[in-house]
C-alpha cells in the first residue's frame, strides 16, 4: 500500500499547462504528483536533487496510470487514514467488479484507429485519488485493510449506552483519532442477565432489579445471594456483611471471562491505580480508564495506546 503520511508531499499538474522546462523542477517537498488529463489522472513518484525550495527533478516514474486511477467524487476528512484506506478498498472492489462484468471497457476489446486495431488497456484499478473539504488531495494505493489497527472497546451495559463505548462512539466520529489509523469494535456484557430479587449490584445507577450495596440493606440470614461485581465489590460486601453467604460473579474486565479481549483494547476500572496504565490481558495489549472518567481522557488513553502498538510493530 502506498498512502503518503501528509498529502503536503503531494503536488498537481495538469497536461497541457505545464511546459518541457517547468517539468525538469520540482518544489522540494513534493514526492508524487498527480497529473490531469483528458483521460483521468497519472500518478508519479518523483526524486530530486539539490537545495533551496526548488530543486531539479531526478526522476519521475508513473505508478499509477489513468486507466489504473479512480477519482472519488465527494469531499471526505482526509486526515481520517482508517477512513480513506476502508473507503478505497470498497470503490476498487466495486469498479474491478463491473470490469469484470463487462460495464466497463473489457479486456481484448478493439476500437478502430484508421487502418489499425487497437487493444484497449483494460488493467484493474488499483489507486483512488480522495478530495478534502479543504480541496487538497491524496490518494490511496493498493489499500490494505490489514493497515488499519483494531481497538476494542471492552464495557458493560446497563446503563444504556455504555458510557466508555458511548464516549468512543462520539470521538471517533468527530474524528480525532484520523491520523492514527484505527477502527473500534466493541465487546459490551449484559449484566441484565443476572437481574433478580437476590443479586446484589455494587451501584443502583445501573437501574437493574435487585439490590445494591450503595443504598440497599441485605439480610444476611438468607440463602441463595449472588454477587455481581468485582473485587471492590467482594471487599465492601464483606465490610458491611461479613457473615453473608453468597455466589460470586466476576466482572472485573482485568479478570472476568465475559470480557476477555481478542484484539488490542481500552476497558475502564474503578481503582485509581489502575488509571492510564498499559496492560496485558490474554495476550492482548490495552489501556485501562477510570470508571468515570471523561472524553478528554479516553482521548489521550487511546493515542497513548495507540502509539504503544506501533511500537510493537
Known amino acids: 500500500m502506498i498512502f503518503p503520511n501528509e498529502y503536503k508531499t503531494i503536488g498537481w499538474t495538469e497536461e497541457g499547462k505545464t511546459s518541457p522546462d517547468e517539468r525538469k523542477i520540482i518544489y522540494f517537498l513534493s514526492e508524487y504528483i498527480l497529473e490531469k488529463t483528458a483521460e483521468g489522472y497519472n500518478l508519479y513518484k518523483t526524486e530530486h536533487e539539490g537545495a533551496g525550495l526548488i530543486r531539479k527533478t531526478k526522476s519521475a516514474r508513473l505508478i499509477s496510470g489513468a486507466w489504473e486511477t479512480v477519482l472519488f467524487k465527494k469531499p471526505l476528512n482526509i486526515k481520517n487514514r482508517a477512513l480513506l484506506i476502508q473507503t478505497a478498498a470498497k470503490l476498487l472492489e466495486e469498479e474491478n467488479e463491473k470490469r469484470e462484468k463487462g460495464e466497463t471497457r473489457e479486456k481484448g476489446e478493439t476500437r478502430e484507429k484508421g487502418e489499425q486495431r487497437e487493444e484497449i488497456d483494460v488493467r484493474p484499478a488499483t489507486t483512488v485519488i480522495f478530495t478534502g473539504i479543504d480541496r ?8 490494505d485493510l490489514s493497515a488499519i489497527t483494531e481497538i476494542e472497546v471492552i ?3 446497563p446503563p444504556e449506552p455504555p458510557w466508555l463505548a458511548d464516549c468512543v462512539r462520539r470521538l471517533d466520529g468527530a474524528d480525532i483519532f484520523g491520523d492514527l489509523q484505527i477502527r473500534f469494535t466493541e465487546k459490551i456484557a449484559d449484566l441484565s442477565v443476572y437481574q433478580g430479587d437476590k443479586t446484589i449490584y455494587p451501584c443502583r445507577s445501573s437501574g437493574l432489579k435487585g439490590k445494591f450495596l450503595d443504598s440497599d440493606r ?4 438468607e440463602d441463595g ?3 455481581v461485581g468485582c473485587d471492590t465489590s467482594k471487599r465492601i460486601a464483606e465490610a458491611l456483611y461479613p457473615d453473608l453467604k453468597y455466589e460470586f460473579f466476576e466482572m472485573c474486565p482485568m479478570r472476568s471471562e465475559l470480557t476477555k479481549p481478542e484484539k488490542p483494547f481500552i476497558t475502564r476500572c474503578c481503582k485509581s491505580e489502575n488509571s492510564g496504565n498499559i496492560v496485558k490481558i490474554n495476550g492482548q495489549t490495552g ?3 477510570h470508571w468515570g472518567t471523561g472524553e478528554w481522557q479516553i482521548a489521550e488513553s487511546i493515542r497513548k495506546l495507540a502509539l504503544e502498538l506501533q511500537k510493537e510493530e
Open 136 to 143: 487538497h488531495l491524496t490518494f490511496v494505493k493498493d489499500p
Open 155 to 157: 464495557d458493560v451495559t
Open 218 to 221: 441485605i439480610d444476611e440470614k
Open 225 to 227: 445471594w449472588r454477587l
Open 287 to 289: 489501556i485501562i480508564v
